[in-house]
């Protein structure tokens, strides 16, 4: 058999399941062992950056990766912006990247580029395979370092002359550590604190923010008084009826500054110490005040439940609060606004669904309405690379086909990676897109004036408006294959939301703030 | 003033017009200055490869730098293929790329990669800007840098810092070094060989095609019997009536050795050695026969006009021909295909013309049916990393707004930056984009069974498929603002084309193959 297939076998017997993939010329060895394989299936994206997107929330929903299939370094480079946020959300993922034949570089063909700079910043584990007879054996290594708990991104480079070289069979599966558990000692400084009695806040993420580490949060908090942080933007959380009220950790620096004022202990767990996403003059960059004291539990790497557990019962923290009620909010009527949109949200969704925000500024209300919803999972743009949105959302509807997902979505950042929907037709994935068309990257005018333009000039305008011409996004949906429709008010929105998640199949509702 | 505002003052002075812009919070002070300084443009694009790709059209046609202004790494990656086609175009480019404040970056906040390591494969020139008061000449050290002949890419990282600390005025420019000439003993050297009446072919490329160098060249080949080509992939190439007609060197690497194959002589002029476009088992990256001896008369960064026209003069090539007649080929009708696609172009395309061509499998017959159109400018992928097309002839449209731009365009690379749409509209721009619907990647249908899959199966087909569901690209134009239409038959498209090239602003033309 080819290296190639000797690769898509090894990756089919390790249990990967989708390789989403944007080939060229280098890639066509791979793309045919997809046919010779049966168990991993190719899905199309027309964008590279759909193909990493997806891969990004594959991998949070499955706890397992997929594959990428990708072109070259320029083809990579497309995938860059979304692989940075995968990195950030601790995802696993595994790029497979063709390049020219080995033996082709040094003629610095035109789509010859140092591959391995463009993927070094985004890649926790990077490796240009050198023979055909090893492919299978870099493989499985990528895969085991991609599923190396929390998660993080795998890139093989793989020259043509070595997919297409022949190969004697797929590698057998590597054994992976287990996690590192956080050993007695810390559990014991840590309940020290916590039963203190200052004021402490147990700050969760990553991992903490599944189901069983945040009922033993719960647990703690309920015996100490602690408050319950998230992060403030999670790669994938479990929220509503029935688990834990957390509040959210605020996005502005000096917001998290005067939180953090009247807090004596901060508990860390699978998160570290937060920091200002962006530097300001005056404003530091680390946000604990000094007379804060940073306790850290467990780090991503770590089994950050199990460290939970354990600090629970080191404080005999044994009664688990009920939760969160379930509470389904009122419907809005009236005018459409980010707290109308999010309550429309919050008073229609299904238990199960998976919301993916990437809503920028309209995006906070829908939060805050729906810690009482029915039980839904939480994704969020993780690095800040805006285009997020739309592939994580594909990704996970892929991963879990029986759940319904919204793509809760800025019309801004959604431009970057439309080409999403097109394969959310194809695969007829049940995705609902809600865009908040504000036509404005409302964000940069809050940021003008936070930079000390308060009334921006005409070129500072233009560079933040999105109106001229306005974007139609049920033109753009419905183009792609995705029935669309647009509503310009709250009571619309509820129908109209309402009707998409009811329905199977991908729906662009294009909401009109 | 800020050191933003020396920046751009310095590079208004230095006659930069336009700065394609996709902005994010650490660039506020550099867009605040866009607003004190006249005299340079902002031009918003959605997406970060939009504005590096019209940054590289508007370098081909002006010969100068605009600006990029991108967000931090992920931001850059987004426009990293489009500048290594700018790269392998060797379009002079200037990137301005926001960064953290350099106190903040060793936080590593969500936003923070190695900007380095993602710049270093696009840029000829990098650097990382230390302080406000020096940033004014970074900028124009980075502008004569990009500028060199053939020009080339600057990348310029600004740390908002830097970009909002205080500087004391703008830089002084630097004085350019003229290009390098090519001497009389290399000029003699391949006088001599041209003289010798061996079966010689010139291939010209680089600034080899534009007027004057390409004049100089036909008097050469018409003192010599000498044959003339350029490039497979020119970035710009001066085209038409009156101008040679050159054939143009075959994209297949097997085509390269059979041509070679009967030549003795290869004089290169403003480009390398062919090399193979891809490896492939069995076939050599240099595709230049053993009995064959390359002559390099001028490297892209040489004066190749000068070195062309002192060739001429060593060998008295004195009688310049007459160069293409202009003959206005009929109008083709009946059924669409590439043939007659390219026909329609040229029955209708007006003087003046600028042609980006991104038609992949459906270009080549337009370029065979134009030689003797009236005289036009035409450019061509340059890189291979696909989406350049759009973004291209935006740059292109700006650069040059009494001319009409063509974006003649595949469907499926279209895709990777359609973005483009919507600057064109809002800028008004005179661009008629003709999509080649043919819904697949046709390129890669070819490519499988070059690698022995003559009968791809069903993920192979499905991988380079783009009709489940059929992209509306009407659809996509008018929900960006730009007039669009379907056409089926020759006929239709020639109408369309001819009322679309004479109206003013933007219009795409979907043509169904």
């Known amino acids: 058999m080819t290296g190639a297939e000797s690769l898509i076998r090894t990756a089919a017997a390790l249990g990967v399941e989708v390789c989403f993939a944007n080939p060229g010329t280098t890639e066509m060895h791979l793309v045919a062992a997809l046919d010779e394989v049966s168990g991993v299936r190719g899905v199309l994206g027309l964008f590279e950056g759909v193909c990493t997107g997806a891969a990004d929330g594959y991998g949070r929903m499955c706890d397992k990766p997929a594959l990428t299939l990708l072109h070259l370094g320029p083809g990579f480079a497309n995938g860059i912006a979304n692989l940075h946020n995968a990195r950030r959300a601790h995802s696993p993922v ?5 390049d020219h034949a080995s033996w082709h570089v040094h003629a610095d063909p035109p789509l010859a580029s140092d591959i391995e700079s463009l993927a070094r910043p985004v890649s926790s584990w990077l490796r240009i395979a050198k023979s ?5 054996r870099d493989g499985a290594e990528a895969i085991a370092a991609a599923s190396r708990l929390p998660g993080s991104v795998a890139t093989l480079v793989v020259p043509s002359d070595v997919a297409w070289g022949e190969a004697s069979g797929p590698a057998s599966a590597l054994s992976l550590q287990p996690p590192a558990s956080v050993d007695g000692t810390r559990i014991e400084s840590v309940a020290r604190v916590v039963r203190s009695g200052e004021p402490t806040l147990l700050l969760l993420g990553a991992r903490g923010l599944r189901e069983r580490a945040q009922r033993a949060a719960a647990r703690i908090a309920e015996r100490t008084g602690c408050r319950l942080f998230c992060e403030t933007f999670p790669a994938r959380m479990e929220r509503g009826a029935g688990l834990p009220v957390l509040e959210r950790l605020p996005y502005f620096p000096e917001q998290v500054i005067e939180l953090l004022g009247s807090v004596r202990n901060l508990i860390l767990a699978g998160v570290s110490e937060p920091v200002a996403f962006f530097g300001y003059p005056e404003t530091p960059s680390r946000l604990v005040p000094d007379d804060c004291i940073s306790h850290r539990l467990a780090e991503p790497e770590e ?8 600090l629970a019962a080191a404080i005999a923290a044994a009664s688990e609060p009920g939760g969160a009620e379930w509470v389904t909010p009122g419907r809005p009527t009236g005018e459409l606004t980010p707290a109308t949109l999010g ?3 919050a008073a229609v969704q299904p238990e199960g669904l998976i919301v993916m925000d990437e809503a920028a500024t309209s995006g906070l209300p829908y939060f805050l309405a729906s810690a009482h919803c029915p039980p839904h999972t939480y994704m969020s743009l993780t690095g800040g690379a805006i285009g997020q949105g739309l592939p994580c959302a594909t990704g996970a509807a892929l991963a879990c086909p029986e759940r319904p997902v919204l793509a809760f979505q800025a019309d801004g950042s959604g431009m970057y990676t439309l080409q999403s929907l097109w ?4 695969e007829g994935l049940d995705v609902t897109t809600l865009i908040c068309a504000n036509r404005q990257y409302r964000i940069l005018r809050i940021e003008l004036g936070r930079a000390g333009v308060p009334e921006p ?6 560079l933040t408006d999105l109106s001229n011409p306005s974007i139609d996004w ?3 949906g419905t183009a792609l294959g995705v029935p669309s429709e647009r509503v310009e008010s709250a009571d619309a929105v509820v129908r109209s939301l309402e009707r998409a998640l009811a329905e199977p199949g991908p729906h662009l509702i294009e909401a009109l703030l």
């Open 132 to 136: 055909a007879g090893d492919l299978a």
């Open 457 to 462: 000039g005409a070129q500072a305008l233009a």
């Open 94 to 98: 595994v790029n497979l990247v063709g």
């Open 303 to 310: 089994d950050v439940a199990l460290a939970l557990e354990d």
């Open 423 to 426: 394969t959310q037709a194809r």
């Open 474 to 476: 049920v033109g753009l």
């Open 343 to 345: 309550a429309a949200i």
